[in-house]
């Protein structure tokens, strides 16, 4: 097996597909400290800046001082805290559904959700770029899996009017996570009407971003029905970890009874969830914050002048440059960082083929004269970089 996992590793390398990871050691920032360098970074995904707020901060030092930092056993047993509590109410009430429970990550939150709805005799309808996990769900779930191609409608219609399955769920990313495009929701609700079926969506990347007062995608649309069940993560624009998952109270209390990755794991620590109360509050009263984020989007889209490479349509806080090969992806990025800018390149199987990126994350706390250096140095890159350039 070792020889196996050497020559998998000897092959990714002559593709240029190996990952790499950095060694962070500053807070997560518009400004980072990486491998004992400073940069601009246009990483991550807390769109809100929200994971070094220091009302965050102080709330999560105050409950464990208070409450302590393990949570010690399963939610079923005694690990559901207080904390843990109040969070899942404040949560339904933002995002205006009937009741929500938490999960340790969004990745866990997936699985667990449809493996535990969906079962051999159901189907399950996937956006061919959902997350990763998204699919993982699926999978463990022995339902019917049929993938259909991006925001295809008809394509979903045609899935779903061909399935004789007993239960019928759609999934799909609210907001693409390597895309920033939003899913058509309001017309797949409507599929669900006219078919039977439920839509699940992953609202990873619009929760705390769109709709008033950071809502969420659900909101931003205006949707609203018994059929709809979301997930939102909590480590993203809410700026500290895990996820929820929230719907109808039926729904609720059958995952509490059925999905695995709620019932047979530790609850993350109740400060934790003593820091996400914070950061509700924040997100509610967080129009500021949007403001200044939806200003640096629109920054960016309204200066950035290339020819080569393109940025997708995306009004949302991921714009994606694609570029297309592999390696002029990991040389664009590359240059970025030897003049101190932080962008990922984000390859295949993460996208599809021939269409490697850059992916820009952009935050509340980016600055405009952060914006301007980036599309500077995005606009000398592509002077300074030949096409077909091998990093
Ligand atoms: C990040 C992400 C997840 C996973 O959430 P974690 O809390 O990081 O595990 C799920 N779905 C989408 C679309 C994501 O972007």
Redesign the pocket.
Known sequence: MLDFLHADLEKRKTLGLTRQRRLLDSPQAEHITANGQRFLSFCS?DYLGLANDPALVAALQHAAAEAGVGSGASNLITGHHRYHDQLEHALAALVRQPAALLFS????A?IGVISALMGRDDAVFSDKLN?A??NDGAFLSRATHHRFAHNDVDALEKLLQASNARHKLITA?AVF?MDGDIAPLAAYLALCERYDAYLYV?D??GFGVLGPQGRGTLQHLGLKSPRLIMMG????AAGV???FVAGEQVVIDYLIQHANSYIYTTPAPPPLSAALLASVHEIEHGDARRQQLFAMIGLLKSELSLTRWHLLPSETAIQPLVVGDNFEALALSQYLQARGILVPAIRPPTVPVNTARLRISLSATHSEQDVRALIAALQAAERDIPAGEKA
Do not use: I, Q, R
């Not at 990550?105 to 866990?108: A, F, I, L, R």
């Open positions: 995904n990550t969004g990745y866990m997936n997350h996990c998204l990313d996570s992953d990873a990347h993560t909590l480590g993203k970890a895990g996820a």
